[in-house]
């Protein structure tokens, strides 16, 4: 994986949290409370996962790859390393928050709360993989390494004096 990748979904992973800490900001300030940031959180999930993948299959795209690289691979490379800073994200922030609550969700099933960061961040892979693949720059032409002139002998073409000349019989 090159340097650009890895930068892209390096990138996209802090992204991803936008929408996140912009409703966590909203609930703290109180602009919304009860129902309303329930309603933000529910649209904060899914709007992260798409832009955090969206931006790394982009970036990835747009990057330098191998004619044997096909363009989701490359977005699949950089979804992965966002997905894996947006997963450990997530689960770092679940942990801060519920260190101090006792009947959080996180401590009554906290089996349930990993894998539903493990499909976010699955999905986030996916996001990626699918806007490298439209959006991604093309190969250059290939390059011809070796002329045909140099592959074949040369051979000089027959003259018309050659064609008049007449091999001995016996």
Known sequence: MTWERARAGLVSGVV???PLVL???ATNLGVASGDGAV???LLAFPLSILLGGGLAGYLAGQGKRRRSEAKAVVGGAAGVVAAVLFGTGMEALYL???AGEQGSILAIHPIRVFFAIVLMSALLVAVAMLAAQLTARPLPPPRRTRRLTAQMPAVPPPTP???GTRLPTR
């Open 16 to 18: 991803s949290f936008a």
């Open 23 to 25: 409703v966590m900001l």
């Open 39 to 41: 309603t933000l959180a």
């Open 96 to 98: 801060i928050r519920a």
């Open 161 to 163: 004096r050659d064609a």
